[in-house]
């Protein structure tokens, strides 16, 4: 009988692929062989000396100890373009929401009392604050071009977007079936420079962290819109609020919740939603459940 230890609420289709005959499952569990981890920080927590085998069930590996536990001989594994249609989906959401104003117009909607007269004027005075900009001929750079940047890159194009990629490790031209009128960046700061919209879909690394900071925020066009579905850190937002303070940036929309720019009248910001949809939980599960027993019962690796 394996043992495995769930850290988080892993989706039950990717529970049903461990069979009960073979996988004991639960949150708490003496010498399991494996673990079962969503968003928990394993940084944090005891790993014991049992397990053999850690399955992140998302893209991103950053809250699991990954250099330490593959020093101990453990196999890490991952779910990468599991969740990349649900990511994609709200960087779209993203882009509309902020080049149409739509939080900032939701909260003013909220706030609205009075009689009929005075919602008639509250209306005309909403469409003077909160009127916007549509999205066909303009520029989205993309850099990160893995499994969701891909996904994004195509679906800007099939609005009517102009798409530039940039990905410092890959040919742009790659399997994830990239749309073939999607133009190759040189560098960073050349997407920059051409992008009215700019997403980043990279891991954060020490090469990534603060990848973005004042310097580069001045490449990009006046009033260009930073969104920020992958980590906190990539860019440096304290520089992101200075420049949007300036009028340089019109809005930054990121996944992530924030302190420092929670109150800020042109950001929004998510509680990390990005691949919280049934599907993809279900996907990624599905994965790394698969990944796990075929380790556990075969010693194969069919992820790294
Ligand atoms: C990911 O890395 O894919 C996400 O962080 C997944 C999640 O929200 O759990």
Known sequence: ????????????????RLPRDRYEVASEIANPDAILVRSAKMHELPIAPSVKAIGRAGAGTNNVPVAAMTGRGVAVFNAPGANANAVKELVIAGMLIAARNIAQAWQFSRSLTGDDAA???A?????????????PGRTLGVIGLGAIGVKVAN????????VIGYDPTITVRRAWQLESDVQAALSIDDLL???DFVTFHVPLTDATRHMINAERIQTLPKNAVLLNFSREGILDDAAVVAA?????LYAYCCDFPSNLLK????VVTLPHLGA??????????????????EYLESGNVTNA
Do not use: W, Y
């Open 1 to 16: 009988m394996f043992k495995i230890q769930t850290l988080n609420n892993i989706s039950v289709a990717g529970l049903e």
């Open 244 to 248: 949007l303070d300036q009028g340089h």
């Open 123 to 135: 209306v005309e005075s909403g469409k003077k604050q909160f009127g916007g900009f549509e999205l």
């Open 193 to 195: 420079a051409r992008s």
């Open 263 to 266: 109150d800020h009248p042109r």
């Open 155 to 162: 679906a800007a194009r099939a609005l009517g977007m102009k």
């Open 276 to 293: 919280s949809t049934r599907e993809a939980e279900d996907n990624c599960a599905i994965m790394v459940a698969d990944q796990i027993r």
């Open 119 to 121: 919602i008639s004027q």
